[in-house]
Nanobody, 124 residues
Framework: QVQLVESGGGLVQAGGSLRLSCAAS????????MAWFRQAPGKEREFVAV????????YYADSVKGRFTTSRDNANNTVHLQMNSLKPEDTAVYYC?????????????????WGQGTQVTVSS
């Protein structure tokens, strides 16, 4: 059974930064793409970023491109999301997720395992 545990959320002022981490259990972490999604109050969960198996490629939602960076440490089964220049509209619960296969995707149904989420609140 794979477990994903996010950390690093909190309250920050607009323009500030936060770094989220996601620790994964299991021996095959490096065999799957890892993604970040978020869900704001009253809205559907949406794609934020994804990183491929080796970390060689990353893809971002247009709303966070240039401000957020995802990275992974396969030796320690960890993926990170560095969030800079935060805006109030970034307020949401952020989830990390592990893909069902080696392929990356921006669609939720392509992800098999999910963390419990971590709250990010950006004040104006």
């Amino acid at each position: 059974q794979v477990q994903l545990v996010e950390s690093g959320g909190g309250l920050v002022q607009a323009g500030g930064s936060l770094r989220l981490s996601c620790a994964a259990s299991g021996r095959t972490f490096s065999s799957y793409a890892m993604a970040w999604f978020r869900q704001a109050p009253g809205k559907e969960r949406e794609f934020v970023a994804v990183i491929t198996l080796s970390g060689g490629s990353t893809y971002y939602a247009d709303s966070v491109k240039g401000r957020f960076t995802t990275s992974r440490d396969n030796a320690n089964n960890t993926v990170h999301l560095q969030m800079n220049s935060l805006k109030p509209e970034d307020t949401a619960v952020y989830y990390c997720a592990r893909s069902r296969s080696i392929r990356w995707s921006r669609y939720q149904y392509d992800y098999e395992y999910w963390g419990q989420g971590t709250q990010v609140t950006v004040s104006s």
